[in-house]
């Protein structure tokens, strides 16, 4: 009794996780993927201040992992959620990790032996990982994953393994938790830039979306922070960002801002101007929204770096034996434009979690119309739901940044707090 359980180990999760356990309550951090972290451990730097996302992130991360009143649950997710406010009932699955978490050093002698290489999601695609992995190097737990799915079963990881922690068979294995109190954060999923066939995504190999940037332009990403063409490897010498991507688009039934993409478009141009100064960097958007504290004088600075901001957004890319070609029109001067980019980034919208419906249906919840998690009150509620007891924070309720997302998961925390308080002084 008076556990709480949080759902999602993004920012978000990781905050409302260490200010319940900082005040005296054990939580159950549920996490579907190997490591925690969420998006944050995937971005370089982080707006307005350009500090190094991993370099704020990774402490948190490990003080989950010390903390000895959290008990992280990776490769998991809620099977069941039954009960009320102060005595809920999860059940969740732990998925086969192949690994065992005890024997398992993190070492990566298995990663250099194993032969298979696969699609890397932690990389956006970006690069390629091993059959079995570590998601990154600040993983936590820092140990590897096995991925079944494409495991050659070679035996060479089991051969080197000096501890014998690589699993032949694993079941995984279900847990039932008791509960005060629920916290979903969930988090998002970025636009998959595919739907806007216009831009050719995935068909122009020069056309890139802004989270392949962040892996790209990350000194620890597949290209060792390198910028580069991938259809040449060639370093570009201009490059166009293509604004809303899959937000504000009524015709693709996305009609709401992703509230990050302007600002994630000019911190990653400034990053680029600052490391290359010769680079041409044009932004086409429809409006910049600069609205949190030192984001409108981020602008300003973008500006003086001389990236041009460019009002007006390009139907299409298309490309031939020269390279891509742009047309759009200039909407300040009625001027139409072509461009010859030699790297297009298109910045991809937020969109709800791709699970956010088969939870609310667990938790008997609801979601708004976007596909967000809807909150009891849009202004003065903005974390319980309409299940008392169930709370929900980060961009599993709306696009939002970190700052915003660990402000509202430590909101939801000092709920679920109370709640399970309550519950035991019961
Ligand atoms: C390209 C790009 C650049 C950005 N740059 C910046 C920046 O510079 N500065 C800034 O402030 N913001 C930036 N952002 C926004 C930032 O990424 C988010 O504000 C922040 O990561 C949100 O954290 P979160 O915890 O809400 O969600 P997430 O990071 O999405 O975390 C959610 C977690 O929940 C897990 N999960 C999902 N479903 C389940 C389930 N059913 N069971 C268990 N676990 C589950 C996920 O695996 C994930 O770990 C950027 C966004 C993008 C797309």
Known sequence: MGNVVVVGAGIAGIQAALDIAGHGIHVHLIEREPS???HMAQLDKTFPTNDC??????????????????TVHTCSEVETIAGEIGNFTVTIKENPRYVDSVLCTGCGDCVEICPVEVYNRFDAGVGVRKAIY????????????KDAEHCIECGLCYDICGPGA??????????????????ITTGYTVFDARNKEQFGHLILPDVITSLELERMINASGPTGGKIKRLSNGAVPKSMVFIQCVGSRDISIDRPYC??????????NAILIKEKSPDT???????????????YEEYYERAKAMGIRFLRGMPGEIRADHNGLILQVENSETSEVLVLHPDLVVLS??????????????????????????????????TVATLCPGIYVAGTATAPRDIPDSVASGGSAAMRAFIDAVRTRSA
């Open 36 to 38: 925690i972290g969420g």
């Open 53 to 70: 996302s991993m370099c704020i992130l990774s402490p948190k991360m490990v003080d989950v992992e010390r903390h000895p009143l959290i």
């Open 134 to 145: 570590k998601p990154h190097a600040q993983a936590v737990p820092d140990i590897v994953v």
């Open 348 to 381: 991809v919208g937020i969109g709800p979690s791709d699970n956010a419906a088969g939870i609310a249906a667990k938790c008997g919840i609801s979601l708004e119309a976007t596909g967000f998690f809807k909150p009891a009150h849009d202004a003065v509620d």
């Open 280 to 294: 041409e960097i044009t932004l086409c958007y429809m409006d910049i929204r600069a609205y949190g504290k030192g």
């Open 166 to 183: 690589i699993l032949r068979k694993d079941e995984g294995k279900r847990v039932t938790i008791n509960a005060a109190s629920i916290v």
């Open 258 to 267: 992703s509230c990050v993409c302007c600002m994630q478009a000019m911190k």
